[in-house]
């Protein structure tokens, strides 16, 4: 607070605002993707998960297009791989989460997913510090992973596929920093049409012939939109305002606000390992966020 001839400045709403808003912004996207996530579940006893990320990729891309107009944008060859890299890593990453979430509750399925980024903002630390970070979300993993045979043990596939939805999000980071260097927001759209080339024939050939129900396709609609399109536009906001590392230690709740959501809205109550498992791999993204000099290159894809 400023002072001047004894008496005190006021505070500028824009000041206050320039934080906020950028903060509020990415809290509304994460609440908005596992919201999502949690209709999305509910669909898949009509829909199943494949079914029901067709519609989700379908339908986003189709938003994301209509907003951000990628043919309008002209592609350099040197370009073409780390998008076409981008796109398949994100549409394989969504099939894996879907199958994951059908497996585990939610807050489960986005701590395993979670432990993608983590693995990249550890690669790329060179931080001593880090070590204890890396022990953090192995005894988290641990926790989680049926290898121990505690009290909540998860199933083991729906684990793996959360894993390898992790995967793919870590080369989704990694990809999409070299694409969105070129292109920016553009990239978001350009690989969610490769996304959908590659996920909509797979999920309409898996699904049940009423995929195109207004049963179905209205939630999917809702599903789209509250897990695709208003998720990344709010992250244009938030990329664009806030310091790398605030972006990052806010993201690291997600696995939070996933197990909440899947409590409030699907009724999934966690172990009390569980909910340690949990926290301790939050802690883990927090440490080697808040202290490292990683970049943020994408919105969450989740």
């Not at 409590?263 to 569980?274: N, R, T, V």
Request: aromatic share 6%; proline share 7%.
């Amino acid at each position: 607070m400023q002072v001047t001839n004894g008496t005190r400045a006021p505070a500028t709403r824009t000041g206050i605002s320039v934080v906020l808003v950028p903060v509020f912004a990415l809290l509304v996207g994460m609440i908005s993707v596992q919201s999502g996530a949690s209709i999305a579940k509910t669909m898949f006893p009509l829909a199943g998960p494949l079914g029901t990320v067709a519609l989700r990729v379908g339908f986003g891309t189709l938003i994301l297009c209509a907003a951000l107009r990628p043919w309008r944008v002209r592609v350099p060859a040197r370009s073409r791989l780390p998008i076409a890299v981008y796109g398949v890593a994100l549409g394989i990453m969504n099939m894996c989460f879907y199958q994951a979430l059908s497996r585990l509750p939610l807050g489960v399925a986005v701590a395993l997913e979670f432990t993608g980024p983590l693995a990249v903002a550890i690669l790329f630390s060179r931080r001593p510090i880090d070590f204890l970070w890396v022990l953090l979300a192995v005894a988290g993993l641990s926790l989680l992973l049926p290898v121990l045979h505690l009290h909540g043990a998860i199933d083991p596939t729906g684990a793996l596929y959360a894993l390898g939805a992790g995967g793919c999000w870590a080369v989704y980071i990694v990809a999409g920093q070299k694409a969105g260097i070129s292109h920016g927001a553009q990239s978001v759209a350009l690989g969610s049409l490769i996304s959908a080339v590659l996920i909509l024939p797979v999920g309409i050939l898996n699904a049940p012939p009423t995929l195109f129900s207004a049963s179905i396709v209205l939630p999917g609609i809702a599903v789209a939109i509250l897990s695709t399109a208003l998720p990344y536009l709010l992250d244009m906001v938030a990329l664009t305002r806030l310091p790398t590392r605030i972006f990052g230690v806010l993201m690291s709740i997600e696995p939070a606000i996933g197990a909440l959501a899947g409590l409030l809205f699907l009724g999934e109550k966690l172990s009390a390992s569980q909910w340690i498992a949990i926290t301790l791999i939050i802690l883990a993204s927090i440490g080697v966020t808040a202290g490292g000099e990683q970049k943020i290159s994408a919105p969450i894809p989740d």
